[in-house]
Structure formats: C-alpha cells, structure tokens
C-alpha cells in the first residue's frame, strides 16, 4: 500500500513536471505571421543563424513563419513580407530592399529579447509586432495610408515585388534627412534611418513568442 502510494505521488510529480514543460514551452520562439490585407501575400524570414524561410499567407490568415530554440543567443532574425502567391525565397531576398522591416534579436542582454520596425531600406507594409509574452509588452506599429500619396521625392516607388517605397536616403546617413523625416513623422514608432534607434527598439522577457501582422491600405 506504502508502495503504491509512493509510485502514485511520484507519477504525480513527473505528470505535473511534463505539464509545466508544455505549459512554459520553454526555450522556443515562434515566429507567426498574420495576413489582414486583402490579396494574398508571402511572409518572409531570415536569421543570423543562416535559417530563412518563405511561407504563403491567404487574407485573414496567420501562418507559423518559424521556430527557434531560444536558448541559443541569436544576433537577429528578420520579417517582412511582399504581394505574391509563389513561395520564393529568392524573391523574398529581392524584396527585402522594398519592404519595411520586422527585426528581432532572441535571447540578448539579460535574457531578453529586443525588437524594432524598420523603414530603413523601404516601406511597403502596415506592420505591428504583436509579442505574445507572458507579461504585457509593447507592440509597436507602422501603418501609412496611401503609399502613392506618401511616396514624394527623393523618395521614389519601388514597383514589384515590393510595392512600396523606397527610403532613398534612409540607409546611407545616420541624422535625419527631409526624405527620412518623412518615414519618421509617418510612423514613429519605426527606425527611419541606420542610427536612428532611440526609443524605437522595444524589449520582452525571453522566451515570448512573436506575431507580425501584415497591413494593406
Ligand atoms: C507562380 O507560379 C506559377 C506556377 O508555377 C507560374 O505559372 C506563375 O507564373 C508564377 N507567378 C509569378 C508571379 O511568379
Ligand atoms: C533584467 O531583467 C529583469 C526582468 O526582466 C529586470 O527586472 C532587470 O531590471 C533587468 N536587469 C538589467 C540590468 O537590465
Ligand atoms: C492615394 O493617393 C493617390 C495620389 O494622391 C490618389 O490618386 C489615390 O486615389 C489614393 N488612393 C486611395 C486608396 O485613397
Ligand atoms: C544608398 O544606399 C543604397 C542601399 O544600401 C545604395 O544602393 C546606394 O548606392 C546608396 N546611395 C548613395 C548615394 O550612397
């Protein structure tokens, strides 16, 4: 009777321990991409690891991008997304040069992981970073009305694949320009050129998933 109460106790305590592990899925980060655009779109991925990744998303659809093990320090993993049916990862690498930017490092200082949009190259995009933390963290976003509108010299359209606008100046100075300060009035919240970070890079506690939701106006 002792006996079975101990193996009792004991499944208890290793059933309780598999369910915390679940529960924490500790030591991965999941990367989702979410599509409220109106046509269908590729989502596109890439790290310092080497890893990338091209992964169709229909209208209304959030799609798993990637999956990392956090507990490796990863010196950054990139998002962006492009108008298209075709998974492509060579037309991903195309459009990263036309598309805004969602930029995570995993794992950095003080295990946490640091995040910002990026308008540096291009925007093209409505962009928000949603963190999935298990405490509150912030979720910056990025959204300009009517590209065509928006898209004034020396900024210039880019066209497929992208579709959007380029940041002339944005990767070639480190204070503000007039093309750059035009990214940066329209979205804040955004990095508008190379050195331009203050207050624009966000953190969350390790261990946190991520969902870049995709915006069309
Ligand atoms: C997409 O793939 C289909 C089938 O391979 C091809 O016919 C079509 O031209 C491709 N479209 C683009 C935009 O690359
Ligand atoms: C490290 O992170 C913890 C919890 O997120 C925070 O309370 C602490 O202030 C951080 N330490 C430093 C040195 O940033
Ligand atoms: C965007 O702006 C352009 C140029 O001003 C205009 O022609 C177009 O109608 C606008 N599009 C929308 C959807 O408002
Ligand atoms: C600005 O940066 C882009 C992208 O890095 C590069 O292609 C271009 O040649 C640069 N322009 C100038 C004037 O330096």
Request: aromatic fraction near 10%.
């Amino acid at each position: 009777m002792k006996n079975a109460v101990r193996i009792a106790a004991l499944a208890l305590l290793i059933s309780c321990f598999v369910i915390a592990v679940i529960l924490c899925s500790a030591g991965t980060t999941v990367f989702n991409g979410a599509n409220q655009c109106p046509y269908n779109i590729i989502v596109c991925y890439t790290d310092s690891a080497g890893v990338s990744a091209s992964v169709s998303a229909a209208p209304g659809v959030s799609v798993s991008v990637q999956s990392l093990d956090s507990d490796v320090s990863l010196a950054s993993a990139v998002i962006w997304g492009y108008p298209g049916s075709n998974v492509s990862l060579s037309d991903c690498i195309s459009a990263k040069l036309q598309a805004d930017l969602a930029e995570f490092t995993i794992n950095g200082f003080n295990n946490t992981d640091f995040y910002d949009i990026s308008n540096v190259n291009a925007y093209n995009f409505g962009i928000t970073i949603n963190p999935l933390g298990i405490y509150p963290c912030p979720t910056p976003s990025c959204s300009i009305p009517n590209i065509t509108n928006f898209c004034q010299a020396p900024n210039t359209l880019t066209g497929p694949l992208g579709d959007g606008c380029y940041n002339t100046d944005g990767p070639n100075v480190t204070s503000p320009t007039p093309g750059t300060t035009a990214f940066a009035y329209a979205c804040p919240d955004a990095v508008s050129y190379t050195t331009d970070a203050t207050g624009k890079v966000f953190a969350c506690s390790t261990g946190s998933n991520y969902e870049v939701v995709f915006s069309c106006s």
